[in-house]
């Protein structure tokens, strides 16, 4: 075969290979057979050194027009594979977008966990109870007695069966101490419900730790401790300024309330709120639980814990919790 044949079969097996390639790495594969230092074309323009010069002007013109036949066949090929790539990627303005979003723990579900993993340190065990609650143990078991002035403060949802929905979880304790043997230490986070007003800082709805440990001399001491405690570490600052002030709950005596105030705070907590209620049990609780008081005291304590991630998240109304505002609770991804 002379030379002008095999540059027009080079031409077409080229074209053919350049236009197989259906990706940039085979598209390169077939740029370097071809076109490369040790390329076919390379190969024929060594032979065609060796033509006469008559044969070269012939054969000169066939060479370069094979030679640019494979090049720009090589940029086409390269241009049609890099549009299809940009089509691969583009945006259909008109598809439907994803309506399900990923959901997230619920704020005072975070900072439930977070108060459980603090008395677990602290040696509690956590314990729960029902929210639809008989009145003896809501009330009566904790020295609230019918037509008792203290029921008032605590108005509640009540039920056909005489039963109501729990408005604190110190019902929790009325529960346990029968079924207990002292030493203990017990934590009980859960819902409670009032018939309340709602506003900034309360809602009908609310959850409620309720903590209480019943052992041998037991102080005010042990209980302010505590409290102080698991404050600092459950919102991860030692800048927090508590307060305790008298206060009258008939399950303890004597009895504080809490209040809590955040220097950093732009909001609602740059004063001083109440964040629970506490107090040593009463020995009248005691006894009605089956707890000799003369050999026990304990504390307990009844804290809001929608205030207390309030504070954790600097939140100024409470209405968040609950709203069902789903762009408010998305901000507090954990
Ligand atoms: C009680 O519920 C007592 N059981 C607390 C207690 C337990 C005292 C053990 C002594 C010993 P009080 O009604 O004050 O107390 O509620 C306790 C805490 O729950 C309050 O300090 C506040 O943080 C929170 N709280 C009360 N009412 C609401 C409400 N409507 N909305 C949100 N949080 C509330």
């Not at 459980?116 to 003896?136: A, K, L, N, Q, W």
């Not at 029968?178 to 009908?204: C, L, M, Q, S, W």
């Not at 050999?295 to 809001?304: C, I, K, L, N």
Request: aromatic share 8%.
């Amino acid at each position: 075969m002379g030379l002008a044949e095999d540059l027009n079969a080079l031409k077409e097996e080229g074209l053919a290979l350049i236009s197989a390639a259906g990706d940039e790495a085979s598209l390169e594969e077939a740029r370097i057979a071809l076109l490369g230092r040790n390329g076919r074309v390379k190969d024929l323009q060594k032979a065609f050194g060796q033509a006469s010069p008559e044969e070269k002007r012939e054969l000169g013109r066939l060479f370069n027009e094979v030679q640019q036949a494979i090049k720009s066949a090589f940029e086409d090929q390269k241009d049609q594979l890099s549009a299809g790539a940009a089509d691969a990627g583009a945006i259909d303005v008109t598809e439907p977008r994803p309506t399900h979003r990923r959901g997230s723990i619920h704020p005072i579900s975070q900072v439930a966990q977070e108060v459980e993993r603090v008395f677990s340190g602290m040696g509690y065990d956590i314990i729960d109870g029902p929210h639809i609650e008989e009145d003896e143990f809501n009330f009566g078991r904790l020295n609230i007695p019918e037509d008792h002035p203290a029921r008032d403060a605590q108005d509640t949802f009540w039920l056909k069966t005489g039963k109501l929905l729990r408005t604190h979880t110190s019902s929790v304790q009325s529960r346990t101490y029968p079924i207990v043997e002292p030493p203990f230490r017990k934590v009980v986070v859960g819902k409670v419900f009032r018939y309340e007003e709602v506003d900034a800082t309360h809602d009908n709805n609310f959850t409620q730790v309720e903590g209480f440990l019943v052992d041998k001399d037991i102080t005010v001491g042990h209980l302010v401790g505590t409290i102080k405690t698991m404050i600092a570490a459950v919102l991860q600052r030692d800048d927090i300024e508590v307060r305790l002030r008298p206060s009258f709950f008939p399950f303890v005596e004597p009895g504080f309330e809490v209040d809590v105030r955040s220097p950093g705070s732009s909001g609602k907590f740059a004063n001083w709120v109440e964040l629970l209620g506490c107090g040593m049990i009463h020995p009248k609780v005691l006894s009605i639980g089956g707890i000799d008081p003369d050999v026990y005291t304990g504390f307990a304590f009844g804290m809001g814990l929608e205030r207390l991630t309030m504070i954790r998240h600097d939140i100024n109304d409470i209405r968040l919790f609950n709203g069902g505002d789903l762009r408010g609770l998305h901000q507090f991804k954990s």
